[in-house]
């Protein structure tokens, strides 16, 4: 039995060739990491909140409303606490100024 000899490649062949094995080890190199990141966002602990406002928003087509009074709320909470901190400031700083013209009492 006689055996055909393999035909030379060109040199255009064989840059295709390696080409494709470049491109496939890409390819391979990306699906790997795109597994890897995905488990890493599933280990993730706000993804299960993220999807459940995601389907909240779908199913009402609205934001959180509750979502809005509660920064509401939590900004006027801010506002009255920034009061009474300037409002403490005040006092202190004119406790200081007793002390410092009156001298220690």
């Known amino acids: 039995m006689r055996t055909v000899p393999p035909p030379d490649?060109?040199?255009?062949?064989i840059e295709d060739r390696w080409g494709r094995i470049f491109f496939l080890f890409a390819a391979a190199?990306?699906?790997a990491y795109a597994l890897f990141a995905g488990l890493h966002t599933v280990d993730d602990f706000d993804t299960g909140w993220q999807i459940a406002t995601g389907?909240?928003?779908v199913q009402h087509k609205t934001m959180l409303d509750r979502m809005t009074d509660e920064?509401?709320?939590l900004k006027s909470a801010l506002r009255?606490?920034?009061?009474?901190?300037r409002e403490y400031h005040n006092i202190q700083a004119a406790r200081d100024t007793i002390r410092?013209?009156?001298g220690e009492y």
């Open 9 to 13: 490649l060109t040199t255009d062949q």
């Open 29 to 31: 190199l990306a699906i």
């Open 55 to 57: 389907r909240y928003i």
């Open 71 to 73: 920064v509401e709320r």
């Open 80 to 85: 009255e606490a920034d009061r009474w901190l």
């Open 100 to 102: 410092q013209t009156l």
